[in-house]
């Protein structure tokens, strides 16, 4: 059984800071790639930014400059440094990990975390 506990949403006012935190445990073979999607009501589900096992990150535009995504491989950890937070980045972020576990070792598969909310005042 795999598990993504996040932590360190909360409320912050506009041009203030937040760092996301998303620990995997679990019978973890291998982790892929590690990454931090927000879904905002009504509206789909969009990747923030992404880091793949060699360090390689995909970084969304409206966050580019702005976030930063890094990973502790030993500790199957990643984390979310928001920086210059805007009111428009208000909402639900969610930890995605892309993993094998030991009883399939071959096959990899998408894992969620729980979600963690994000308010960035005006």
């Known amino acids: 059984q795999v598990q993504l506990v996040e932590s360190g949403g909360g409320l912050v006012q506009a041009g203030g800071s937040l760092r996301l935190s998303c620990a995997a445990s679990?019978?973890?073979?291998?982790?892929?790639?590690l990454a931090w999607y927000r879904q905002a009501p009504g509206n789909q589900r969009e990747l923030v930014a992404r880091?793949?096992?060699?360090?390689?990150?995909t970084i969304a535009d409206s966050v580019k400059g702005r976030f930063t995504i890094s990973r502790d491989n030993a500790k199957n950890t990643v984390f979310l440094q928001m920086n210059s937070l805007k009111p428009e980045d208000t909402t639900v972020y969610y930890c995605?990990?892309?993993?094998?576990?030991?009883?399939?070792?071959?096959?990899?598969?998408?894992?969620w975390g729980q979600g963690t909310q994000v308010t960035v005042s005006s």
């Open positions: 995605n990990a892309n993993l094998a576990e030991y009883s399939r070792p071959g096959y990899y598969r998408d894992y």
């Open positions: 679990g019978s973890i073979f291998s982790i892929n790639a």
């Open positions: 880091i793949m096992s060699r360090g390689s990150t």
